[in-house]
């Protein structure tokens, strides 16, 4: 590919630190949302059914999609995409939480 080529693609990197304050309302979002999939297989409607049970994190990310992040973004196509969820212990005062830490990299494209 030629350097035209490959300046078509951006990697978006979006890291979010969500709080939770109704675990029992995101799990409940989240087994409709899998109930509502008609294209899921039953013996995958069944893991993730049971993994949203389990753990907020897991209900959280079966209702974002980054495919919602982008679709109304004129000029745009999502391509590919992957994310995933975890539970973290959070305190914004710590030394260690900087959420501007990356906001350039050697180009000094970030946004």
Known sequence: MSGDE???YVRLRVEMVVEVDDVEKLTGAALARIAEDEQMPAEERAHAEAAVKEDGAEALAYLVDPFDLVS???GTEL???SWSSEAIDYDPDA???DPDEDDGDEDGDAV
């Open 6 to 8: 490959t300046s078509r």
């Open 79 to 81: 391509t590919q995409a």
């Open 72 to 74: 109304e973004v004129p």
């Open 95 to 97: 030394p260690d939480w």
